[in-house]
């Protein structure tokens, strides 16, 4: 795919896509059934990152572009972080792009809190914009859903990947998200992951692997989901501190005995099962992911692989990252080049995270390349090394609306464009 659609879909626009695909009885309550993205800007604001359309991913990308720059010690320029902090809503949420931020959000802007997460870890990084990352968490504390968990759209059902970027933005604050708990249910965000992953009595080579969510009570398993909540598990965000590459390969680590249930596992325990997957589909598929639109055929992913690396390395997995890694290395130029900003900062973010230098990443300086697709940075700053603070990410890159609707339209039913099989549901 041009840019791993899946992740495009799952951090961009799938609110987007369902109400627009499924109709009216798709919208929650809270939002107006003919709700729809800021239009497409006839020229692109000034401090916004990539040359491409902003419309369904303008503060995603943003956000891993700032995140990204101020791991490596960049000092990104005012212009970029003011935009970002104008895309705010009065309630604290985000949305993918809006045209016109003196333009006051209403019932048809569709809030976003996957937009919203990966908002609140740039900003807490860069510091100094307490009231904004705040209000951003307000709101999304706000939004919980009684499972525990997330979805990108408030009011859908909760999915992995959504609830993951969620706890990555707690965790920058500084907030246990195990004590972020429903009002009525007391389920935390933990919680919500346990419920995704595939258990004991899964298909074999299928236990450890989380869906995105799911389908008529039943799971299955999809790489991208099974990243995303590997961090998640862990309390990481997008951004992962530098992994040792001597450490022992994840086990899978379920809590089960003679493929029966036990005790419900630790989210540590959790996240080294999922791992344990991540590592056989990168051995089978020749060191990196698979995805495919519904009808198209498979091919590599390179997001998906970068976001592996990185939940690998925030499970101090390093040995078992370097081999994805060094794929990422001679195959990765392309489709960052094409791809812009957030292609760039997930690279950055994925090569520190294993250790390597994202300076000099297969013959390309991935932070100069980043630095190109923005405004001009300010200057350098001590780089962040708090593990807590983390990022990966994807942009829409001018994807047409009706692909990205189509392919959540099918996403929703197997586990985000990437797995038909089927599995059986369990406890972790």
Known sequence: MTHSLAVLARRAAPALATVALLGAAAAPAAYAADAAPSPSPKKLPAGLYGTKDPQYDGVWRQSLALLAQDTMGVRPAASGIDWLTGQQCADGSFTGFRADPGKACDAKTMRDTNQTGAAVQALAALGGHDDTVKKAVKWLKSVQNEDGGWSSMP??????????????????????????????????????????????????????????????????PNADATAAAALGALGKGFVVAPAGKDVDEPVEALA?????????????????????????????????????????????????????????AAGSHGAAAQKPLKWLEKNSADWAKQNGPAAYAQLVLAARAAGADPRSFGGTDLVAALNATGPKPAGSAAPSTAPEKDAKGSDSNGIPWWIIGVGLAFGAGIGFLISGRNKKKNEL
């Open 155 to 220: 009011g859908s059902p909760s999915d992995a990947n959504s609830t993951s970027v969620v706890i990555g933005a707690l965790v920058s604050v500084d907030e246990k998200p195990a004590s972020v708990t429903a009002k009525k249910s007391g389920k935390s965000p933990y919680d919500a992951l346990r419920a995704f992953q595939l258990g004991c009595d899964a298909k074999e080579g299928e236990r450890g692997a989380f869906a995105f969510q799911p389908k008529d009570g039943e799971l299955a």
């Open 256 to 312: 089960c005995k003679d493929g029966k249930p036990g005790a419900k596992s630790s989210p540590a325990r959790a996240a080294s099962a999922a791992s344990a997957y991540l590592v056989a589909q990168l051995d089978k598929n020749g060191q990196h992911l698979m995805s495919a639109m519904p009808g198209a055929e498979a091919q590599p992913d390179v997001g998906n692989t970068a976001d592996a690396v990185v939940a690998l």
